[in-house]
């Protein structure tokens, strides 16, 4: 199994980004993916952000997301990607897809997103 996170970078203050992730190894169509996040810091644990199910019909979002980001999915790519709109500051952090499933448990190496002026 391989998830590669790219599309991070640094914007401003109310920017977008949009990130993407390519997955291999497994059959991606099956399977939802989410995205997490983690702020710099210490002791700041990685946060959930927003999840697809496997033909994309159904989305969840953590409710401070809500509004500003959108996850989506092309299953013929084997790509799911994280729309992000008005980015603050506080979005700073290393953005991460996951696949979660019976036989494992699986993170990108994460793409850094700064927020800054």
């Known amino acids: 199994v391989q998830l590669v996170e790219s599309g991070g970078g640094l914007v401003q203050p109310g920017g977008s980004l949009r990130l993407s992730c390519a997955a291999s190894?497994?059959?991606?169509?099956?399977?939802?993916m989410s995205w997490y996040r983690q702020a710099p810091g210490p002791g700041k644990e990685r946060e959930f952000l927003?999840?697809?199910?496997?033909?994309?019909?159904?989305?969840n979002y953590a409710d401070s997301m809500k509004g500003r980001f959108t996850i989506s999915r092309d299953n013929a790519k084997n790509t799911v990607y994280l729309q992000m709109n008005s980015l603050k500051p506080e979005d700073t952090a290393v953005y991460y897809c996951?696949?979660?499933?019976?036989?494992?448990?699986?993170w990108g190496q994460g793409t850094q997103v700064t927020v800054s002026s």
């Open positions: 996951n696949v979660a499933a019976s036989w494992g448990n699986y």
């Open positions: 927003a999840t697809i199910s496997s033909v994309g019909g159904s989305t």
């Open positions: 190894g497994f059959p991606f169509s099956r399977y939802a």
